[in-house]
T-cell receptor, first 111, second 112 residues
Framework: GESVGLHLPTLSVQEGDNSIINCAYS??????FIWYKQESGKGPQFIID?????DKRQGQRVTVLLNKTVKHLSLQIAATQPGDSAVYFC??????????FGAGTQVVVTP | DTGVSQDPRHKITKRGQNVTFRCDPI?????LYWYRQTLGQGPEFLTY????????KSRLLSDRFSAERPKGSFSTLEIQRTEQGDSAMYLC??????????FGSGTQLSVL
Protein backbone atom coordinates (compact mmCIF):
# COMPACT_ATOMS: atom_id res chain seq x y z
CA GLY A 1 0.00 0.00 0.00
CA GLU A 2 1.00 3.61 -0.15
CA SER A 3 3.10 4.77 2.74
CA VAL A 4 5.42 7.34 4.12
CA GLY A 5 8.89 6.19 5.07
CA LEU A 6 12.22 7.48 6.30
CA HIS A 7 15.61 6.51 4.92
CA LEU A 8 17.65 6.62 8.15
CA PRO A 9 16.44 5.27 11.47
CA THR A 10 19.17 7.05 13.47
CA LEU A 11 21.13 10.19 12.72
CA SER A 12 24.08 11.19 14.86
CA VAL A 13 25.22 14.78 14.45
CA GLN A 14 27.76 16.92 16.21
CA GLU A 15 26.54 20.00 18.04
CA GLY A 16 26.74 23.00 15.77
CA ASP A 17 26.58 21.02 12.55
CA ASN A 18 23.62 20.98 10.21
CA SER A 19 21.24 17.99 10.18
CA ILE A 20 19.34 16.63 7.23
CA ILE A 21 16.50 14.18 7.72
CA ASN A 22 14.99 12.57 4.65
CA CYS A 23 11.54 11.16 3.99
CA ALA A 24 10.00 9.38 1.02
CA TYR A 25 6.29 9.39 0.35
CA SER A 26 4.31 7.49 -2.23
CA UNK A 27 0.79 8.91 -2.11
CA UNK A 28 0.62 11.23 -5.10
CA UNK A 29 -2.67 12.62 -3.77
CA UNK A 30 -0.96 14.09 -0.72
CA UNK A 31 -0.87 17.86 -0.86
CA UNK A 32 0.20 18.81 2.63
CA PHE A 33 3.22 17.66 4.58
CA ILE A 34 4.29 18.24 8.16
CA TRP A 35 7.41 17.59 10.18
CA TYR A 36 6.96 16.77 13.85
CA LYS A 37 9.48 16.41 16.65
CA GLN A 38 8.76 14.01 19.48
CA GLU A 39 10.65 13.86 22.74
CA SER A 40 10.43 10.89 25.04
CA GLY A 41 7.10 10.71 26.86
CA LYS A 42 5.59 13.63 24.97
CA GLY A 43 3.27 14.06 22.05
CA PRO A 44 4.52 15.12 18.61
CA GLN A 45 5.37 18.80 18.41
CA PHE A 46 4.84 20.71 15.18
CA ILE A 47 8.03 21.96 13.53
CA ILE A 48 7.17 23.11 10.03
CA ASP A 49 4.75 22.36 7.23
CA UNK A 50 4.64 22.73 3.47
CA UNK A 51 1.94 22.51 0.85
CA UNK A 52 2.41 20.82 -2.47
CA UNK A 53 2.38 24.11 -4.39
CA UNK A 54 5.70 25.00 -2.75
CA ASP A 55 9.13 23.38 -2.94
CA LYS A 56 10.82 25.11 -0.03
CA ARG A 57 9.79 26.70 3.21
CA GLN A 58 11.95 28.15 5.96
CA GLY A 59 11.37 28.58 9.64
CA GLN A 60 13.59 29.38 12.55
CA ARG A 61 16.71 27.21 12.02
CA VAL A 62 14.65 24.74 9.98
CA THR A 63 14.01 24.36 6.28
CA VAL A 64 11.72 21.88 4.56
CA LEU A 65 12.29 20.90 0.96
CA LEU A 66 9.71 19.13 -1.15
CA ASN A 67 10.54 17.37 -4.41
CA LYS A 68 7.28 16.19 -5.91
CA THR A 69 8.98 14.65 -8.93
CA VAL A 70 10.66 11.99 -6.81
CA LYS A 71 8.20 12.20 -3.90
CA HIS A 72 10.85 13.24 -1.44
CA LEU A 73 10.73 15.46 1.61
CA SER A 74 13.60 16.64 3.75
CA LEU A 75 14.07 18.60 6.94
CA GLN A 76 17.22 20.61 7.45
CA ILE A 77 18.15 21.82 10.91
CA ALA A 78 20.83 24.49 11.05
CA ALA A 79 23.39 24.62 13.87
CA THR A 80 21.99 21.57 15.65
CA GLN A 81 21.71 21.93 19.40
CA PRO A 82 21.42 19.35 22.21
CA GLY A 83 17.74 20.27 22.54
CA ASP A 84 17.20 19.04 19.00
CA SER A 85 17.78 15.45 20.13
CA ALA A 86 14.46 13.69 19.53
CA VAL A 87 12.59 11.50 17.07
CA TYR A 88 11.49 13.31 13.94
CA PHE A 89 8.48 12.24 11.91
CA CYS A 90 7.31 13.35 8.54
CA UNK A 91 3.58 13.08 7.91
CA UNK A 92 1.44 13.50 4.83
CA UNK A 93 -2.21 14.11 4.20
CA UNK A 94 -4.40 14.45 1.12
CA UNK A 95 -5.78 17.60 2.63
CA UNK A 96 -8.53 17.00 5.12
CA UNK A 97 -6.31 16.25 8.07
CA UNK A 98 -5.88 12.50 8.55
CA UNK A 99 -2.12 12.23 8.88
CA UNK A 100 -0.08 9.27 7.73
CA PHE A 101 3.22 9.07 9.60
CA GLY A 102 6.47 7.37 8.81
CA ALA A 103 8.38 5.35 11.39
CA GLY A 104 10.59 8.24 12.50
CA THR A 105 14.28 9.14 12.64
CA GLN A 106 16.10 9.34 15.95
CA VAL A 107 18.43 12.35 15.99
CA VAL A 108 21.25 12.20 18.52
CA VAL A 109 23.28 15.36 19.06
CA THR A 110 26.77 14.76 20.35
CA PRO A 111 28.96 17.42 22.02
CA ASP B 1 -4.90 28.68 25.25
CA THR B 2 -3.34 25.79 27.16
CA GLY B 3 -3.02 23.46 24.20
CA VAL B 4 -4.50 19.99 23.91
CA SER B 5 -4.98 18.27 27.26
CA GLN B 6 -5.26 14.54 27.80
CA ASP B 7 -6.22 12.71 30.93
CA PRO B 8 -4.95 10.52 32.46
CA ARG B 9 -1.29 10.62 31.45
CA HIS B 10 -0.78 7.02 32.46
CA LYS B 11 -3.20 4.14 32.92
CA ILE B 12 -2.40 0.65 34.11
CA THR B 13 -5.20 -1.87 33.88
CA LYS B 14 -5.77 -5.58 33.94
CA ARG B 15 -6.75 -7.50 30.86
CA GLY B 16 -10.52 -7.54 30.42
CA GLN B 17 -11.16 -4.22 32.16
CA ASN B 18 -12.67 -1.17 30.47
CA VAL B 19 -10.78 2.12 30.27
CA THR B 20 -11.78 5.62 29.21
CA PHE B 21 -9.53 8.46 28.15
CA ARG B 22 -10.43 12.10 27.82
CA CYS B 23 -9.17 14.77 25.44
CA ASP B 24 -9.77 18.50 25.69
CA PRO B 25 -8.82 20.16 22.39
CA ILE B 26 -7.88 23.76 21.74
CA UNK B 27 -11.16 25.61 22.14
CA UNK B 28 -11.41 27.13 18.68
CA UNK B 29 -10.50 23.89 16.90
CA UNK B 30 -13.46 22.12 15.35
CA UNK B 31 -11.57 18.99 14.34
CA LEU B 32 -10.38 16.38 16.81
CA TYR B 33 -8.33 13.28 16.03
CA TRP B 34 -7.33 10.16 17.90
CA TYR B 35 -4.13 8.28 17.09
CA ARG B 36 -2.38 5.29 18.59
CA GLN B 37 1.38 4.99 18.85
CA THR B 38 3.45 1.96 19.79
CA LEU B 39 7.10 2.06 20.72
CA GLY B 40 9.37 2.97 17.84
CA GLN B 41 6.53 3.65 15.42
CA GLY B 42 4.79 6.72 14.15
CA PRO B 43 1.25 7.51 15.28
CA GLU B 44 -1.53 5.59 13.52
CA PHE B 45 -4.84 7.24 12.77
CA LEU B 46 -7.86 5.87 14.65
CA THR B 47 -10.72 8.28 14.13
CA TYR B 48 -11.66 11.93 13.75
CA UNK B 49 -14.50 14.30 14.51
CA UNK B 50 -15.64 17.49 12.92
CA UNK B 51 -17.54 19.21 15.71
CA UNK B 52 -19.66 16.40 17.21
CA UNK B 53 -19.80 14.25 14.06
CA UNK B 54 -17.50 11.26 13.82
CA UNK B 55 -16.53 11.29 10.16
CA UNK B 56 -14.07 8.45 9.77
CA LYS B 57 -12.91 5.40 11.67
CA SER B 58 -9.83 3.34 10.90
CA ARG B 59 -10.10 -0.42 10.61
CA LEU B 60 -7.73 -0.40 13.59
CA LEU B 61 -10.71 0.72 15.66
CA SER B 62 -12.30 -2.61 16.53
CA ASP B 63 -15.75 -3.04 18.05
CA ARG B 64 -14.18 -2.77 21.48
CA PHE B 65 -13.24 0.85 20.82
CA SER B 66 -15.69 3.71 20.86
CA ALA B 67 -15.12 7.44 20.68
CA GLU B 68 -17.50 10.28 21.35
CA ARG B 69 -17.50 14.04 21.19
CA PRO B 70 -20.95 14.82 22.53
CA LYS B 71 -20.96 18.61 22.44
CA GLY B 72 -18.27 19.19 19.89
CA SER B 73 -15.78 20.11 22.59
CA PHE B 74 -14.01 17.40 24.62
CA SER B 75 -13.83 13.80 23.43
CA THR B 76 -13.61 10.42 25.11
CA LEU B 77 -12.10 7.19 23.84
CA GLU B 78 -13.27 4.02 25.54
CA ILE B 79 -11.72 0.60 25.20
CA GLN B 80 -13.81 -2.31 26.43
CA ARG B 81 -12.41 -5.68 27.49
CA THR B 82 -8.83 -4.51 27.12
CA GLU B 83 -6.24 -6.84 25.67
CA GLN B 84 -2.47 -6.77 26.05
CA GLY B 85 -2.21 -5.69 22.42
CA ASP B 86 -4.02 -2.49 23.32
CA SER B 87 -0.97 -1.31 25.26
CA ALA B 88 0.17 1.86 23.51
CA MET B 89 0.25 5.64 23.71
CA TYR B 90 -3.11 7.12 22.75
CA LEU B 91 -2.71 10.57 21.29
CA CYS B 92 -5.31 13.22 20.69
CA UNK B 93 -4.85 16.11 18.28
CA UNK B 94 -6.97 19.04 17.20
CA UNK B 95 -6.98 21.49 14.33
CA UNK B 96 -9.05 24.07 12.52
CA UNK B 97 -9.02 21.84 9.47
CA UNK B 98 -6.85 24.25 7.54
CA UNK B 99 -3.52 22.82 8.52
CA UNK B 100 -1.33 21.71 11.34
CA UNK B 101 -2.66 19.38 13.99
CA UNK B 102 -1.69 20.14 17.55
CA PHE B 103 -1.08 17.05 19.68
CA GLY B 104 -1.57 16.45 23.36
CA SER B 105 0.95 14.62 25.50
CA GLY B 106 -0.95 11.37 25.20
CA THR B 107 -2.24 8.70 27.55
CA GLN B 108 0.12 5.77 28.04
CA LEU B 109 -1.91 2.60 28.48
CA SER B 110 -0.40 -0.56 29.94
CA VAL B 111 -2.56 -3.69 29.96
CA LEU B 112 -1.28 -6.37 32.32
Amino acid sequence: GESVGLHLPTLSVQEGDNSIINCAYSNSASDYFIWYKQESGKGPQFIIDIRSNMDKRQGQRVTVLLNKTVKHLSLQIAATQPGDSAVYFCAETPGWGKLQFGAGTQVVVTP
Amino acid sequence: DTGVSQDPRHKITKRGQNVTFRCDPISEHNRLYWYRQTLGQGPEFLTYFQNEAQLEKSRLLSDRFSAERPKGSFSTLEIQRTEQGDSAMYLCASSTGLGREVFGSGTQLSVL
